[in-house]
């Protein structure tokens, strides 16, 4: 079993700045992609980020440019750096991450979700 837990979530005005973070723990051998995805209320759950194992990343349009994801695979952490904050990214963030905890056994796990408000 491999849970995840969430941190860095909070209230911010417009413009603004805040870094989520994402670590998993338990029975872990590999992690291959890890994710950020948002809920906003009374919205389908959508992909923000993703980062492979390699480094590879992909935004969704919405965010490029002003958000980062990054991962430290020793701590088995990904992380979300969001700038230039808008009204509209407030939401439910959610980080998910695939990977094995053997060499045969795959999981999906994700986090309980951590709010972010943009407002002034």
């Known amino acids: 079993q491999v849970q995840l837990v969430e941190s860095g979530g909070g209230l911010v005005q417009p413009g603004g700045s805040l870094r989520l973070s994402c670590a998993a723990s338990g029975s872990i051998f590999s992690i291959n992609f890890m994710y950020w995805f948002r809920q906003a209320p009374g919205k389908e759950r959508k992909l923000v980020a993703q980062?492979?194992?390699?480094?590879?990343?992909i935004y969704a349009d919405s965010v490029k440019g002003r958000f980062t994801i990054s991962r430290d695979n020793a701590k088995n952490t990904v992380y979300l750096q969001m700038n230039n904050l808008k009204p509209e990214d407030t939401a439910v963030y959610y980080c998910?991450?695939?990977?094995?905890?053997?060499?045969?056994?795959?999981?999906?796990?994700w986090g309980q979700g951590t709010p972010v408000t943009v407002s002034s």
């Open positions: 998910r991450m695939n990977g094995l905890t053997t060499e045969t056994s795959p999981f999906t796990s």
């Open positions: 980062i492979t194992g390699g480094g590879g990343t």
